[in-house]
């Protein structure tokens, strides 16, 4: 039974990588078409594709063995639960380890056990799909500078080139604070010679 469980959870893991693998080909084969038709935006969607295959890749292999991990759980457990079952039909070991344990209550305890463990096991899988969500897209658009550049220039052989990098042209720098302070005051004076002037003026 454990067998064909383990044929049954692994075996649609194995075949997903192939299919993955064949498709990043044909993402390559149509990253190589568009830059010899000079669509270079076309090119930088289709690797952040690639991108996010590759990922899909890493999480199917990390998958695969946790499977693996909990099989090997599962027959330890069929394995203590057999030798359970085995002291339970054999009527003098019940009879002297009778009043030391109950095997009932062992197993009920290793079911409960086990339950748990699973539940834990999962929620934690769950929470850490939940942030690992929240940080792909700031890490897409941060590994999609390099990653990018990389696989283009891989598959074009450098015809390429990279993909628009970010804008690093300087800002103009601020004047300094004297020379704001000194038009300041220039303005000043010369307010003040036009009010004297128009005082004399009127005096005259």
Do not use: W
């Amino acid at each position: 039974m454990l067998t064909l469980a383990n044929s049954y959870m692994v075996s649609p893991v194995s075949l997903c990588l192939p299919d993955i693998q064949r498709e990043e080909e044909k993402v390559k084969r149509s990253v190589k078409d568009a830059a010899k038709k000079g669509q270079k935006d076309v090119c930088v969607v289709l690797a952040k594709e690639m991108i996010r295959s590759r990922k899909a890749v890493s999480k199917l292999y990390a998958s695969k063995a946790h499977m693996n991990s909990v099989l090997m759980g599962m027959k330890n457990q069929l394995a203590v639960l057999r030798v359970a079952g085995s002291l339970q039909k054999s009527t003098e070991v019940m009879k002297a380890m009778q009043s030391l344990v109950k095997i009932p209550e062992i197993q009920a305890t290793m079911r409960e056990l086990s339950k748990e463990m699973m539940k834990a096991g999962i929620i934690e899988e769950m929470l850490e799909d939940t942030f690992e969500s929240m940080d792909d897209q700031e890490e897409m658009e941060e590994e999609a500078e390099m990653e990018i550049d990389k696989i283009l220039f891989e598959i074009t052989a450098g015809a390429l080139g990279k993909a628009p990098s970010k804008v690093t042209d300087a800002l103009p720098e601020p004047e300094p604070l004297g020379a704001m302070a000194a038009s300041d005051d220039e303005e000043e004076e010369e307010a003040l010679e036009a009010m004297q002037s128009r005082l004399a003026t009127l005096r005259s």
